[in-house]
């Protein structure tokens, strides 16, 4: 489902900047209301809102998609000081929900709506969805490695205080002492949100 066209149609009329912008606008609404619509329905956004986050998505990404590699892109702006690609590919995964090698502006925005306004419910599922990288309905020691390796390698050697190289190893071996409660070497959706959800409240 397309949500806007990713570049405006030329026109032949001398019309000022403002008025084109009023036409594009109108182009918008004309075109797209049922998608604006659903989108506003399925998220937490407002239709403004929507249209907002779009103008920026279409900015960076004027296909009206982003593949694996302008997302690592984008997300090592952030990250300057340390190696992003890793965790920026596990962050891909898990926004590009259908699994066809690019996140839509759709997939962008159901992403972002659980992780900004979503329930406490929807976002642990969402952060098992990142660390279950097989997606088979587990999170084993391998994959949660993988992640905090990728964590580790993002913010880079500058951290204080300067970071034991066993310690992403040493993180997965607690988590697990505390989440994987029958002791099968895996954790589930169920043991991952009880254990969240505890150190929540403690906090």
Known sequence: M???PCSAAKTT???TQNTVEDEMEMATVRHRPEALELLEAQSKFT???LQILYRGFKNECPSGVVNEETFKEIYSQFFPQGDSTTYA???FNAFDTDHNGSVSFEDFVMGLS???RGTVQEKLNWAFNLYDINKDGYITKEEMLDIMKAIYDMMGKCTYPVLKEDAPRQHVETFFQKMDKNKDGVVTIDEFIESCQKV???C
């Open 2 to 4: 397309k949500l806007l």
């Open 13 to 15: 009329s001398p019309v």
């Open 47 to 49: 239709k403004k809102e």
């Open 89 to 91: 590919h596990f962050l």
């Open 114 to 116: 659980i992780l900004l």
């Open 200 to 202: 929540s409240i403690q």
